[in-house]
């Protein structure tokens, strides 16, 4: 920080918490949206809470994607907002500072996070995604104790038929249990319990003992009387389920580093779907990238309000151009992958109009005198909102109604 000066760590300053504010917002309002969707799915499959905050952490990483760039436009835009509406920027302007020299720390911020999300979208999100492919898989197989559900029979080795009233403590009590296990020989056994637990068994992981205290026990034996015994505990072996291993990573393209993809994308040998399939993901990531670059300069045009102003236009239009830039990438993404555009032209296209209206924005503002790059939009705003108000003021008055006129004389 030795090479900044004193406004150069002012901006920072200014620029610092927002950044950091907005950025835990936005993922925080993700990861919410999230977490209620991830509780509703695991209660439905009757697996462990705990799994539902294990997705959430490898969801992170997507998530940071998308944050990381909202949080640094609008920490710039906030801090070069209140700079114009506190007279500041006049001042700076005044004594020589151009737009450009003031956003040092901005680049300097971007950059850095640029990087990191280079890093985050190349090689953690690949990896993280893979993982919460696993654990979706492993919850729906049964591989995570998700396969017995409170209230329901359940089939293990067609052999046992179990069913659990209900379940205390996590899982480890249960109660109101019954069993009905059949052998080879065509004996059957139809148990009952008050109350029960799993106990796993040392050395032995495809096996579990579901040890069950006071019930009953009734032997169907071909050709003999059925026989009734009562216990006060009584272990009973379960064999579980082979579960199929989830399948290597790459099943998607967004689980490929991004060193994969380009080996995929420009290797001959392969199919072409699945070459072009690669060439649009990995030119997704490199768009959402690169854009980042070109933040600081869209966020300073739109913060700068008309002289004599406080409109927050600005902030609005900057957070929708960001999300519709990023829906547009997304679909032009998914319409390459399939062939029916080259994913250079589809991608880097928007990207070129996108980036050439960003400069011009940013021309305006800060060459031209008096220049706004949304002022059409400002004095279109303006209207609407004296419309409205007028509007607002006649519905509480009520109608204003013309003076009488003063009688005639005789």
């Given at each position: 920080?030795?090479f900044?000066?004193?406004?150069?760590?002012?901006i920072?300053?200014?620029?610092?918490?927002?950044?950091?504010?907005?950025?835990?917002?936005a993922?925080?309002?993700?990861?919410?949206?999230?977490?209620l969707?991830?509780?509703?799915?695991?209660?439905?499959?009757?697996?462990?809470?705990?799994?539902?905050?294990?997705?959430?952490?490898?969801?992170?990483p997507?998530?940071a994607?998308?944050?990381?760039?909202?949080?640094?436009?609008?920490?710039?835009?906030?801090?070069?907002?209140?700079?114009?509406?506190?007279?500041?920027l006049?001042?700076?302007?005044?004594?020589?500072?151009?737009?450009?020299?003031?956003?040092?720390?901005?680049?300097?911020?971007?950059?850095?996070?640029?990087?990191?999300?280079?890093?985050?979208?190349g090689?953690?999100?690949?990896?993280?995604?893979?993982?919460?492919?696993?654990?979706?898989?492993?919850?729906?197989s049964?591989?995570?104790?998700?396969?017995?559900?409170?209230?329901?029979?359940?089939?293990?080795?067609?052999?046992?038929?179990?069913?659990?009233?209900?379940?205390?403590?996590?899982?480890r009590?249960?109660?109101?249990?019954?069993?009905?296990?059949?052998?080879?020989?065509?004996?059957?056994?139809?148990?009952?319990?008050?109350?029960?637990?799993?106990?796993?068994l040392?050395?032995q992981p495809?096996?579990?003992?579901?040890?069950?205290?006071?019930?009953?026990?009734?032997?169907?034996?071909?050709g003999?009387?059925?026989?009734?015994?009562?216990?006060?505990?009584h272990?009973?072996?379960?064999?579980l389920?082979?579960?199929?291993r989830?399948?290597?990573?790459?099943?998607?393209?967004?689980?490929?580093?991004?060193?994969?993809?380009?080996?995929?994308?420009?290797?001959?040998?392969?199919?072409?779907?699945?070459?072009?399939?690669?060439?649009?993901?990995?030119?997704?990531?490199?768009?959402?990238?690169i854009m980042?670059?070109?933040?600081?300069?869209?966020?300073?045009?739109?913060?700068?309000?008309?002289?004599?102003?406080?409109?927050?236009?600005?902030?609005?239009?900057?957070?929708?151009?960001?999300?519709?830039?990023?829906?547009?990438?997304?679909?032009?993404?998914?319409?390459?992958?399939?062939?029916?555009?080259?994913?250079?032209?589809?991608?880097?296209?928007?990207?070129?109009?996108?980036?050439?209206?960003?400069?011009?924005?940013?021309?305006?503002v800060?060459?031209?005198?008096?220049g706004?790059?949304?002022?059409?939009?400002?004095?279109?705003?303006?209207?609407?909102?004296?419309?409205?108000?007028?509007l607002?003021?006649?519905?509480?008055?009520?109608?204003i109604?013309?003076e009488?006129?003063?009688?005639?004389?005789?």
């Amino acid at each position: 920080m030795k090479f900044l000066n004193a406004i150069d760590r002012y901006i920072f300053r200014l620029v610092l918490m927002p950044m950091i504010g907005i950025f835990l917002l936005a993922a925080s309002l993700l990861v919410m949206d999230k977490m209620l969707r991830l509780f509703d799915f695991v209660a439905t499959e009757g697996g462990p809470i705990g799994v539902v905050f294990k997705m959430l952490i490898n969801l992170l990483p997507e998530y940071a994607s998308l944050a990381i760039p909202l949080g640094l436009m609008l920490g710039i835009l906030l801090a070069f907002r209140k700079l114009a509406t506190s007279s500041e920027l006049d001042v700076m302007r005044a004594v020589g500072l151009s737009y450009t020299r003031l956003l040092r720390v901005p680049y300097i911020l971007a950059i850095l996070l640029a990087g990191a999300n280079f890093a985050i979208v190349g090689y953690l999100q690949p990896l993280a995604r893979y993982a919460y492919e696993e654990l979706n898989y492993e919850l729906k197989s049964g591989a995570l104790g998700a396969s017995i559900k409170v209230g329901e029979f359940t089939s293990l080795k067609d052999r046992i038929a179990l069913r659990i009233d209900e379940s205390q403590d996590d899982g480890r009590r249960l109660i109101g249990i019954f069993a009905r296990v059949a052998d080879r020989n065509g004996q059957v056994m139809s148990i009952s319990a008050r109350e029960g637990q799993f106990l796993a068994l040392k050395g032995q992981p495809d096996t579990i003992i579901l040890r069950l205290n006071n019930g009953q026990i009734i032997q169907d034996m071909p050709g003999r009387d059925p026989r009734v015994l009562s216990f006060t505990r009584h272990d009973l072996p379960i064999e579980l389920p082979q579960v199929e291993r989830f399948r290597q990573r790459g099943g998607q393209d967004r689980e490929y580093l991004l060193p994969e993809l380009m080996r995929l994308g420009w290797n001959k040998s392969l199919p072409r779907e699945e070459r072009i399939s690669s060439q649009a993901n990995f030119n997704f990531r490199m768009v959402e990238v690169i854009m980042m670059l070109l933040l600081p300069l869209l966020a300073v045009a739109l913060a700068i309000p008309p002289k004599r102003s406080t409109s927050a236009l600005g902030l609005f239009v900057s957070i929708v151009m960001v999300v519709a830039y990023h829906k547009v990438n997304q679909y032009a993404a998914d319409v390459a992958s399939l062939g029916r555009i080259n994913p250079i032209l589809g991608l880097w296209g928007p990207f070129a109009l996108f980036g050439a209206l960003i400069v011009w924005m940013y021309w305006r503002v800060a060459y031209v005198p008096g220049g706004q790059a949304i002022g059409w939009l400002e004095k279109g705003s303006d209207v609407v909102i004296k419309w409205f108000k007028s509007l607002l003021k006649r519905r509480r008055h009520g109608p204003i109604l013309p003076e009488p006129a003063p009688e005639s004389g005789a």
